[in-house]
């Protein structure tokens, strides 16, 4: 892996990843319709036996895996086998956090609190004995060997316009983004998300509820983004230009700083908005022209005009939209208009009490199906 422009390298196995399970839905449903008959405890009634381990060969193709095995041997096989090189669009990695080195880990639902020790508490695949027994030899030098591995892997896989997210808590933010500035560029480093993770937490120096998450670009200047709405950001006003309520008798005032945090607090009926122009450049026959409100006329000026036609204007004043202030003639923009506020990199519904958790250290579903819509595509997750 890598080695190229003074990109270091290494080795790492790309074995074949074959099917254990089908997980499609087609294929749970094609089961259910079909007459019980016997079948072998992982095999897909479509496939036969043999089909199965022509890896990449047969008809099923590769959909909706989820693959059980070191990240990475896994991201090594797909960029070696499924020939995946550039064509994936997403990456989320959720690693361990180096905090830790001597770190436990549930194999089980049901043991929260496993013993590391103990050999009955390995019960799955021997990468985790080695993943939690002999990684972490060297401490935090070995960690971060062990997560520039696998991002220089995942920078091979992402496309042109793919993003890599990679979740980690505050103790080691700093040196995972250096490791991100190394194989990514500073140059392509995104806004990074703080998302809380607990509602409530006690400490001798300031509570930690938050975790981060470090958004790269493969190329900054293709990357592909949606932006998202959050519908619950309208009970706060971010915009400071948003300074203004009005009333439901029509009266207006300045917004406090209390209603800002919080809208619910204005009184029933009353609507934060802001004044925009009510011009636009250029000359219009039917739009540069005098208009009457509050007893006084008001002109667009030579070489602008208003944004509608007369009786549209008219139309705007009838239904509160137009405001006199300093001598002109506004438009008032509510901050309700668009139904939604831009999300930003803030997030505060990613807490664990949001969602059952089922392990001691869970990634809450919320936090990754976001990253879906604002890629517009479901993710390669690595842990």
């Not at 639902?109 to 990684?135: F, H, I, S, W």
Request: charged share 25%.
């Amino acid at each position: 892996m890598g080695g190229e422009g003074g990109t270091p390298s290494f080795e790492a196995e790309a074995p074949s990843v074959h099917i254990h399970q089908a997980l499609s839905s087609e294929a749970i449903l094609r089961t259910v319709m079909k007459k019980p008959r016997e079948l072998t405890l992982f095999a897909d009634p479509e496939l036969d036996r043999w089909k199965q381990i022509e890896f990449y060969e047969h008809e099923a193709g590769w959909r909706n895996r989820l693959i059980l095995g070191d990240s990475l041997i896994v991201m090594t096989s797909l960029l070696e086998k499924d020939r995946l090189g550039g064509q994936v669009q997403v990456v989320y990695v959720d690693p361990p956090y180096g905090i830790n080195y001597n770190s436990n880990f549930q194999a089980e639902l049901t043991k929260p609190n496993p013993d590391e020790r103990l050999d009955g508490t390995v019960t799955r695949e021997p990468e985790q004995v080695q993943a939690y027994r002999d990684t972490w030899s060297l401490g935090v030098h070995s960690y971060l060997t062990y997560l520039r591995d696998r991002l220089l892997v995942a920078s091979d896989l992402l496309s042109d316009a793919g993003s890599i997210f990679v979740q980690i808590g505050s103790d080691r933010v700093h040196l995972v983004r250096l490791l991100l500035d190394e194989i990514f560029g500073p140059e392509n480093a995104c806004p990074m998300i703080t998302v809380q993770k607990t509602s409530g937490a006690r400490s001798t120096l300031l509570a930690e509820v938050s975790d981060f998450i470090l958004w790269y670009a493969k190329d900054k200047n293709k990357m592909k983004f949606n932006q998202l709405y959050d519908l619950k950001g309208l009970n706060t006003v971010t915009d400071p230009d948003y300074k203004h309520v009005l009333l439901p008798g029509g009266s207006t005032r300045d917004l406090l700083p209390h209603e800002r945090v919080n809208v619910k607090l204005l009184p029933e009926g009353a609507r934060v908005y802001k004044l925009d122009n009510a011009t636009s450049q250029g000359y219009s026959r039917t739009k540069t022209v005098e208009l009457e409100m509050d007893d006084k006329s008001f002109h667009p000026g030579n070489n602008r005009h208003w944004l509608l036609r007369v009786e549209g204007m008219e139309r705007l004043r009838e239904v509160g939209r137009l405001e006199v202030s300093g001598g002109g003639l506004w438009y008032r923009r509510f901050w309700d208009d668009s139904g939604a506020a831009d999300l930003n990199n803030i997030w505060t519904d990613t807490t664990s009490s949001f969602a059952k958790r089922k392990y001691v250290v869970q990634t809450v579903p919320k936090i990754v199906d976001e990253r879906n819509k604002q890629t517009e595509v479901s993710p390669l997750y690595s842990r």
